[in-house]
């Protein structure tokens, strides 16, 4: 079932120790910051919860798992505090997953682009089938993944970031963020993808709950920078779209 709320859905539902929050948004599951802010704010909510073990994150439809920002409010920014504000969306849903306390799982069944990529780099575990392809298109509208970017090179390396940066036109399909270290494991189906998420997040429920948030802090150290550096990185971004480049080519790509 996929939402035709244009702000998009944010439902969570608890049983057994596990919290699956699920997103969705009719274009594609992209992001529109009312709905990035209520994700950070819920991740951090759940986070909190003595009954939640372990967190799986997980978008509506069989297609794309997430689109990325909003390209209609991209388009609509006129200022830099809008821009920055624009490009914060993001950076707080990674410092969420990063201070929510749980370990966070991905289920990924399709497509991810631009922070899509970076909401997905900043989860614990990634589980993804054979249609989770990923993209950073930043560069071809004049602006970079500079946001996302700690996320992304963190979980990948610089090597696989500047590739997936630089190669700003082309996909890279699930087993090439396989072998980079996005995804833990790749499924031919949802069906198969669906099973390993529950026997999975099962077992980490079933664990001591100290053990798992020591060894969240242990995987997340040395980022207690972050909330400063991906502020400081979304005004960068919030000033590269005002720029005429970026204009000229938001103006083509909506056409």
């Not at 821009?83 to 969306?89: L, N, T, V």
């Not at 970079?144 to 190669?167: N, Q, W």
């Amino acid at each position: 079932m996929t939402t035709t709320r244009q702000n998009g859905s944010l439902y969570t539902n608890i049983h057994n120790k596990i919290a699956t929050i699920e997103f969705g948004h009719p274009a594609s599951n992209s992001f529109p910051s009312d709905l990035l802010e209520r994700l950070s704010k819920e991740l951090i909510t759940v986070g909190a919860k003595e009954e939640v073990a372990v967190i799986v994150l997980k978008s509506e439809g069989e297609k794309a798992f997430c689109a990325g920002a909003s390209f209609d409010e991209l388009v609509a920014i006129k200022n830099l505090e809008e821009g920055k504000q624009f490009f914060s969306g993001f950076a707080n849903v990674i410092n969420a997953i990063r201070t929510c306390g749980k370990l966070v799982i991905a289920r990924v069944q399709g497509k991810t682009v631009g922070g899509g990529v970076g909401l997905l780099a900043a989860c614990d575990y990634v589980l993804a089938t054979e249609q989770a392809a990923i993209k950073l298109s930043e560069l071809t509208i004049g602006i970079g993944p500079f946001v996302i970017e700690p996320a992304v090179s963190r979980k990948m390396g610089i090597g696989a970031t500047a590739e997936l940066t630089l190669d700003a036109t082309s996909w890279k399909n699930a087993y090439w963020a396989k072998e980079k270290g996005l995804y833990a494991k790749v499924f031919e189906n949802t069906k198969e993808l669906d099973e390993e998420v529950e026997i999975l997040s099962e077992k980490l429920a079933s664990y001591n709950p100290v053990a798992l948030a020591e060894i969240k802090k242990a995987l997340w150290r040395n980022t207690e920078n972050w909330d400063t550096l991906l502020a400081e990185r979304a005004a960068v971004s919030g000033e590269l779209v005002l720029s005429d480049f970026t204009k000229t080519a938001l103006a083509k790509f909506k056409k």
